[in-house]
């Protein structure tokens, strides 16, 4: 009874630091659904934002496997403004002895990533000269996490033969700490995430390996193309255990990581088996994916052969890009998106548990692929698959998925694509009536969600390999009610991660869980959004904390975004 006063008290606490974030456009009280059916659709909003980003892949023409992995992006609010600011990966020029087709005129400056500062009102200024993100590497993939709990998220930077860790100073600007962090990582990094796998309060880093590749290697018929993953020897994957004090220390051996040998491009960590501690789902390219499930005492075990979790529908390695943990039916556990080079694959989350119950995690059965079941493999077979989103796009309290798609190892544009959920895992194509900017054909690549201008929908960036990023804004007609959590943890780490949140409202349960990076390369805003249809009122939000407190608030209001604070204070170290 003391327990359950003292929560209550944390939670009043919590509710009294609540912060909206609400336009005038969308009121917090009077606003209702608008009648008629629920319609997503995009516009290309780039060339007003202000973001003028161009992709190098570094040469005249794809040439080999390095150039044509593309890059990924990231949503961050890294000035704590309430504003998300936009971080965009990019390649470098490469040296003649790098690529069989260099530049005969080398572009200055030379290509490199961009951090938009987000100043509202739909407009960006790029402040990445000032903030000292002055990459010098071949980059690939993003990653974002407050790794000291100071309250400003920190970036980390893979690509080819170097990761960069910044640390975000507080003050608008970054500083390289690799070096005195201790993150030593050879060869090629690709796809990364942070969790706190021993749930000590303090984000860890998984850092995701791609092959040993060999820039003067050549295809045999180099007419027709380059040589793929499966030409070049695989690596380990690497995890670094976050020490609390700036510093990390490589655990990959000592954690059954590196026992694995893949060919990793996207990466992401969730709770699959609904057992309360992290697992790590890396999507291998040409090899069979990984699931490293969380064993509680520092080690993993690979079980994605056993889950269900390691081929496609046809039992085939497919070229897999990018993972996303979702909750599509509102049963309480997470399923599997999957983009690759076929398919896609869309991975039902059998028989786990309700978090918090007493039914033992050995029951769980893994997944069940059901991609062409709920109508989206007889579309996707045609395209090359890439960044993607799960999100409400129309706020009608079911997710849907938007994909991005580009030619696989020739510069061949494509359409892109959305499903709208229908509810019980089903959905319906309704890529050509949701906007010209789908039906811009490019080469996408990386793709990061973000609600930029606080407008209650969740928009885009899309990175397009060799080209123009797009900027998709979310300007979908008669969407649903809404709300958006935003997480600080006391004793659990700051930015929540691996918290589960539940909601619900009108009767209807939703379950998210607040990650680091999902996709392709590429990290989405650390919010946690729902889409919540007709409901005026949420009944009750549950947080389950890393650190094993359970939160309820009840009656809370929509229309806005809510800041939820850990009880607690954070344990000095």
């Keep these: 009874m003391m327990i359950r006063s003292l929560l209550l008290f944390f939670s009043a606490v919590s509710l009294a630091a609540a912060q909206s974030v609400v336009p005038p456009s969308q009121p917090a009280s009077g606003a209702g659904v608008t009648s008629g059916q629920p319609t997503i659709r995009f516009e290309d909003s780039t060339r007003q934002s202000g973001i003028n980003f161009v992709h190098s892949f570094g040469s005249t023409r794809l040439g080999s496997l390095l150039e044509g992995t593309g890059a990924g992006c990231l949503w961050f609010d890294y000035n704590n403004s309430g504003r998300e600011s936009l971080f965009v990966v990019n390649g470098t020029t490469l040296p003649s002895d790098m690529t069989p087709y260099p530049l005969k005129v080398k572009p200055s400056p030379s290509p490199a990533a961009h951090l938009y500062r987000n100043d509202g009102n739909g407009h960006f200024t790029d402040v990445t000269k000032e903030s000292g993100l002055d990459l010098d590497i071949y980059g690939d993939a993003v990653a974002a996490a407050d790794f000291d709990n100071d309250g400003y998220e920190d970036l980390l930077v893979t690509g080819y033969g170097k990761v960069v860790l910044y640390h975000n100073n507080g003050n608008g600007t970054f500083t390289d700490v690799t070096k005195q962090a201790g993150i030593n990582v050879s060869g090629w990094a690709i796809?990364?995430?942070?969790?706190?796998?021993?749930?000590?309060?303090?984000?860890?880093?998984?850092?995701?390996?791609?092959?040993?590749?060999?820039?003067?290697?050549?295809?045999?018929?180099?007419?027709?193309?380059?040589?793929?993953?499966?030409?070049?020897?695989?690596?380990?994957?690497?995890?670094?255990?976050?020490?609390?004090?700036?510093?990390?220390?490589?655990?990959?051996?000592?954690?059954?990581?590196?026992?694995?040998?893949?060919?990793?491009?996207?990466?992401?960590?969730?709770?699959?088996?609904?057992?309360?501690?992290?697992?790590?789902?890396v999507a291998n390219d040409s090899t069979p994916n990984f699931l490293f499930h969380n064993n509680h005492n520092g080690t993993f075990s690979e079980i994605a052969n056993d889950t269900g979790s390691a081929y496609g529908q046809d039992g085939e390695a497919t070229s897999s890009m990018g993972p996303i943990a979702a909750d599509f039916q509102g049963r309480g556990s997470l399923d599997l998106w999957v983009t690759d080079g076929s398919y896609n694959r869309f991975l039902k989350n059998i028989?786990?548990?309700?978090?918090?119950?007493?039914?033992?995690?050995?029951?769980?059965?893994?997944?069940?692929?059901?991609?062409?079941?709920?109508?989206?493999?007889?579309?996707?077979?045609?395209y090359t698959s890439w960044g993607s989103g799960v999100y409400d796009?129309?706020?009608?309290?079911?997710?849907?998925?938007?994909?991005?798609?580009?030619?696989?190892?020739?510069?061949?544009?494509?359409?892109?694509?959305?499903?709208?959920?229908?509810?019980?895992?089903?959905?319906?194509?309704?890529?050509?009536?949701?906007?010209?900017?789908?039906?811009?054909?490019?080469?996408?690549?990386?793709?990061?969600?973000a609600d930029y201008d606080n407008d209650g929908k969740v928009d885009a960036f899309v990175v397009n390999l060799g080209a123009e990023g797009t900027l998709i804004h979310n300007v979908s007609t008669n969407t649903g009610h809404w709300a958006a959590i935003r997480l600080v943890g006391t004793r659990s780490n700051r930015d929540g991660i691996g918290a589960r949140i539940e909601v619900v409202a009108d009767g209807t349960h939703q379950t998210a869980e607040r990650v680091a990076s999902s996709g392709y390369l590429s990290q989405s805003d650390g919010l946690v959004h729902f889409g919540l249809g007709n409901a005026d009122s949420i009944s009750k939000i549950i947080v389950r904390w890393p650190s094993g407190v359970v939160q309820e608030l009840d009656s809370q209001p929509v229309l806005r975004v809510l800041t939820i604070q850990e009880p607690g204070e954070r344990k000095p170290r």
């Design 393 to 449: 796009f129309d706020n009608d309290g079911h997710l849907d998925i938007l994909i991005f798609h580009g030619g696989l190892i020739h510069l061949i544009p494509q359409e892109h694509t959305v499903f709208r959920g229908l509810g019980n895992g089903k959905f319906v194509d309704v890529s050509r009536e949701a906007g010209s900017v789908l039906s811009n054909r490019t080469v996408a690549r990386g793709a990061c969600f």
């Design 191 to 281: 796809g990364s995430t942070w969790l706190d796998y021993d749930k000590d309060g303090c984000v860890d880093l998984f850092v995701g390996r791609y092959v040993r590749f060999d820039p003067k290697y050549r295809a045999f018929y180099a007419a027709d193309n380059y040589p793929g993953p499966l030409d070049y020897a695989g690596r380990t994957n690497m995890l670094f255990h976050n020490n609390c004090n700036g510093t990390f220390t490589d655990v990959s051996e000592k954690s059954g990581i590196s026992a694995q040998i893949g060919r990793a491009m996207g990466v992401t960590a969730a709770d699959f088996d609904n057992d309360g501690w992290d697992d790590i789902y």
């Design 351 to 382: 028989n786990a548990p309700q978090l918090g119950s007493s039914s033992p995690p050995a029951d769980w059965k893994g997944f069940d692929d059901v991609t062409a079941a709920v109508g989206i493999s007889q579309t996707e077979a045609q």
